[in-house]
């Protein structure tokens, strides 16, 4: 039997990445199927460095990999792995090693792992956890998704509100029951209603005779289990909390949640909007095969041919035109493109401030007539470069003059609309980073066209 050996070099790391050198040990021990090395070289990594690196491998690469090292696959590096490869890697681990992992995952994680799972597979995971920790996670699956309830972990450090300084610090130091992270003691009656916190700081830094209520933070929120994860995220933004207790219907305590799931929530969030706004499908990923990839992005991709269409009809409306001063065909994308840059600009702006609900109905009249203003200003910025180059290169003002005044035009139809379309679908209860783009983009290349060309026929022709 082969006796397991230590790797013979040290894996290093360039800015909090896994440098090439370690890369190429890592397909070396993979590609001699040499477990042990493998095991080595990975042993001191941290458990997010190696999800990253199983994400970063093709699907076949990583059977082979999880063949090797599944054994070590344990609850923090499965709960750091992106969900969109998670399911791929749980069906390939031995149920003794899934068993274990989930077992030393706190609930919230359990539920984050097992939420989209099919029935059968559910059971055999709950299966694994012991009495408590399954009801805690049922319970959570019980509440809606993307709800705070979904969000949060039931291990919970509360103290009876008449409790002193002292009386909590002996009971934490007995208690082994305790999660690995917690950052508040909660303060309950007896009808477990959340009353205050206590940070872990401010008790160890009091005398033992202080009453826990002397010491109670100000940002003492609780949340409803039924909140959506999103305003979840925002409270915490806003508040600047580290952690805040959840509450059932009848303002009972049922659970925590801690910052970095409400950051995660924040993240996704973020990188939702951005996907939604290049239409792309908030499941890609860069491991996804070229099928797969395709098959997400072809739906906007027809969209976008037919909104293009809509383009080319008013184009040709002014077949004429074109015609006589061929010239034109050229220099019409000037102003139809430049429009989109700015209603992309303004539409960026206004899809993160309804994010951050910075934009309201209170002050969207405001927002809305600084977009105008700013359109303006800048279509003259640009009008007044194109009829120079019109007259300096071109050798015909008009033309120049023709080009600024479209220009003006499509500015302040760009920067107007890159918040009016984003306020409208926000309005009729679609989210705005989806099919905005599509629309503010369409409405820029027709109005261009529109107006450069019906404005050259007019003054020109």
Excluded: C
């Excluded at 095969?289 to 027809?302: E, N, S």
Aim: hydrophobic share 45%; proline share 4%.
């Amino acid at each position: 039997m082969t006796e397991p050996r230590e790797a013979e070099t040290e894996i290093p790391e360039d800015d909090f990445q896994l440098s090439r050198a370690g890369q190429e040990a890592i397909n070396t021990a993979i590609d001699a199927g040499d477990g042990p090395a493998l095991d080595g070289l990975l042993e001191p990594m941290h458990a997010a460095d190696i999800a990253d690196l199983i994400e970063q491998l093709t699907p076949a690469r990583r059977r082979e990999f999880l063949h090797l090292y599944s054994g070590e696959i344990d609850g923090e590096i499965l709960s750091e792995i992106d969900e969109s490869i998670r399911d791929e890697v749980v069906e390939q681990l031995p149920r003794e090693v899934l068993a274990e992992a989930v077992r030393e995952m706190d609930s919230d994680d359990v539920v984050d792992l097992i939420e989209d799972m099919d029935a059968p597979e559910q059971q055999e995971i709950l299966a694994a956890l012991d009495d408590s920790d399954r009801a805690a996670v049922e319970r959570s699956l019980n509440y809606p998704e993307y709800s705070a309830g979904r969000l949060m972990q039931s291990e919970v450090v509360t103290a009876p509100e008449h409790w002193t300084v002292g009386e909590t610090i002996d009971f934490l130091r007995t208690e082994e029951w305790l999660p690995d992270q917690f950052y508040h003691v909660i303060l309950v009656d007896p009808r477990r209603h959340p009353v205050g916190y206590v940070t872990l700081g401010k008790l160890l830094a009091s005398r033992r005779d202080v009453a826990l209520r002397a010491i109670t933070e100000d940002s003492f929120r609780t949340i409803s289990a039924r909140a959506e994860e999103g305003d979840v995220a925002y409270v915490f933004n806003k508040y600047h909390l580290i952690s805040a207790p959840v509450v059932d219907e009848d303002d009972r305590l049922v659970g925590v949640i801690t910052i970095d799931d409400a950051m995660s929530v924040l993240d996704e969030e973020h990188e939702e909007d951005f996907l939604r706004m290049a239409r792309v499908s908030d499941d890609s990923h860069v491991s996804d095969g070229p099928f797969q990839t395709a098959r997400q992005r072809l739906p906007w991709l027809v969209t976008n041919l037919f909104t293009a269409s809509l383009s080319a009809l008013v184009i040709s409306r002014f077949e004429s035109t074109l015609a006589q001063l061929v010239i034109l065909a050229a220099l019409m994308p000037i102003v139809a493109s430049t429009g989109g840059i700015a209603g992309t600009q303004s539409l960026a702006v206004a899809v993160r401030a309804l994010a951050t609900r910075e934009l309201t109905s209170a002050n969207a009249r405001r927002v809305i007539l600084r977009e105008l203003a700013a359109g303006m200003l800048n279509g003259l910025g640009l009008a007044v470069i194109l009829f120079l180059a019109g007259s300096l290169i071109l050798g015909a003002p008009m033309i120049g003059a023709v080009l600024g005044m479209a220009m003006i035009a499509n500015q302040i139809v760009a920067a107007t609309g890159g918040v009016l379309v984003p306020l409208g679908l926000s309005r009729l209860g679609l989210d705005p980073a989806l099919a905005s783009g599509t629309f503010v983009t369409t409405m820029t290349d027709m109005m261009g066209f529109f107006a450069f060309l019906g404005l050259a026929s007019w003054i020109l022709i």
